[in-house]
């Protein structure tokens, strides 16, 4: 059974870093596009990056372009979502979920979630 986990979620000040993970188990990431969403709130969860399978093409959302970087370690199974310069509006819980090979959009087009981490970015 395809599962994802994600991890590296905590409490920091503004202008801060985090490194959140991903890791599959169950399944290959090989074959699969990773995206990283949040939801904050009272509002809707929103795609932030994503990483298509072999980790040749990727894309951000214009809030966290230049601030965010994802990458991927096929061989530990692993995704990475490099956060820089946060912010307190990038307080959320953090999500990652996989799909069949290239990137889309649209949390329908995403078959598997992990549970989510908690990033709460305050002074």
């Known amino acids: 059974q395809l599962q994802l986990v994600e991890s590296g979620g905590g409490l920091v000040q503004p202008g801060g870093s985090l490194r959140l993970s991903c890791a599959a188990s169950?399944?290959?990431?090989?074959?699969?596009?990773i995206g990283w969403f949040r939801q904050a709130p009272g509002k809707e969860r929103e795609a932030i990056s994503c990483?298509?399978?072999?980790?040749?093409?990727?894309n951000y959302a214009d809030s966290v372009k230049g601030r965010f970087t994802i990458s991927r370690d096929n061989a530990k199974n692993t995704v990475y979502l490099q956060m820089n310069s946060l912010e307190p509006e990038d307080g959320a819980v953090y999500y990652c979920?996989?799909?069949?090979?290239?990137?889309?959009?649209?949390?329908?087009?995403?078959?598997?979630w992990g549970q989510g981490t908690q990033v709460t970015v305050s002074s």
């Open positions: 169950g399944f290959t990431l090989e074959v699969y596009a």
């Open positions: 990483i298509n399978n072999s980790g040749g093409s990727t």
């Open positions: 979920a996989a799909r069949p090979l290239i990137c889309r959009k649209a949390v329908a087009d995403f078959g598997s």
